[in-house]
Structure formats: structure tokens, C-alpha cells
């Protein structure tokens, strides 16, 4: 039994276009294709998006999927490994989630009465459940970017690649307290912290208005960037996404 490709896209919610797009740069040929011209696809091809999807939810892009699955012989050896990169996510944003919530009782707690925080005393427990691949999902979208990103990384410190996690996870905290009080994007706090981030993205490599622009259209449409502002705080990917567009709009246009 086959599928027609309007079928499948509205079984997996992926569109016709982005299944002609896979067939196109060899990701997943349809079964077959119909006198009609329409693609069709076979319970094999189904699997194989089900993989597409599952490797994309974890970040990865096009061109490592598909060394994974040109690599792959067996597809219940190809599942079960999705499947142990899955329970690993979960449990990396349920310790997230944790850390989190306990950050904003905390806050909480301490602007009620005056007391100093836990969390902030020992700054380590901000960063439970944050590890670097939520952040370096999106630059895959970004090649030079990519690039410029390795070369510096290469002559860091781990100690140094940790303490450049830990600022960008600030910053999205931050962010998260902006929005959380009402600052609207294009706010001089908000547009404060969106100028140091720019300023360190300038410091790799010269970034265009449009690279950055795709940059901040990325916090929402790249899942895993989505995912990891959103965890913080639901609607903060679009409100850093909307924060870039505010500012290129007033200082580098």
C-alpha cells in the first residue's frame, strides 16, 4: 500500500512542499511516482520521515541527517538510538524546567523579603539542564557564522566554553524578567541586552542586517532554538525574535 503525498503531508503535518523539497536533495524519494506525476510513498519512505522528523525535533540539519541515514542498516537499531537521544532530551529539559522554576521562586521569594538567593549564591544551579548543542542547533542554519563560532571555540578554555554558555543562558533569563514586566521588545532594557548580544556576535565575524534578521527569525523557526527559549519562558522565542527586528530596524538599517 502507498500514500499520495497529500495524504502523507497531512498525516505528519509536514507540507507537500517540504516533502517535494526532501525528494528534490535526495533525503526521501517517494516510493514511486504516478502517471499523474504525483509522488507516492510506501510504509518504508513513512519511516524513514518519522526518522527526518525525530532527528530535526533534536536539532539536527538536513545535511547530518542525512549522513545518519546513509549510515544507518537497521531500522530498529536506527529507532532505538533516536529513541535514547529522545529520553536524553527529556530529561535535559526536565532538569531545565526545574532549574527554572526554582529560579523564579527564588526571585520570588527574595524580592518579598529582602533575602539573598540560593540559586544566585551558588550560580552553577542556574545552569542545570543547559548544554551547548540548544544553542549551536541554530547556527547550523549559518555556515559562516558556524565556522567563525568553531575557530574561537577551538582556542577556548573548556573552562571559557562554559562560562560563554552560562552568559548566553543570562541573557535569555533576562529577557524572560523583560518580558515577564511588561518592557515591550523595542524597550531601551530589552534593546540594551539585544545590542550586547549583537556586539558579540560582531566581535566573530561581520554580520549583516539580513544574517541577523535570519538569526532572530530562527529563535522561533528553528525547533530546538524555539524549544530552548520557550522552556524558559512560553512566547520568549518571538519576543527575542521581535527584539532583533526592533533593532535592526532602528540602528542598523
Known sequence: MDWPIAEVARMSGVTARTLRH???I????????????HRYYAQHQLLLLQQIL???????GLPEIGRVLADQVDEVAALRGHHRRLLAERDRIGALARTVSRTIAELEQSRKDGTPMTTVNRPEN?????????YEATLRDFPEHAEAVARRVAGMTPQDVEAGQRERTALMIRLAE???AGHPADAEPVQAEIDAQYRALAGLRAVSTEEYRAMGRACVDNEAWRAAY??????????????????AAARLD
Open 22 to 24: 526532501y525528494d528534490e
Open 26 to 37: 535526495g533525503l526521501l524519494p517517494p516510493a514511486r511516482i504516478g502517471a499523474n506525476g
Open 54 to 60: 525525530v532527528l530535526r525535533a533534536l536539532g539536527l
Open 126 to 134: 542556574l545552569f542545570e539542564g543547559v548544554r551547548p548543542a540548544q
Open 178 to 180: 523583560l518580558m515577564a
Open 230 to 247: 520557550d522552556t524558559i519562558a512560553p512566547g520568549l522565542s518571538a519576543f527575542q525574535r521581535d527584539a532583533i527586528e526592533a533593532y
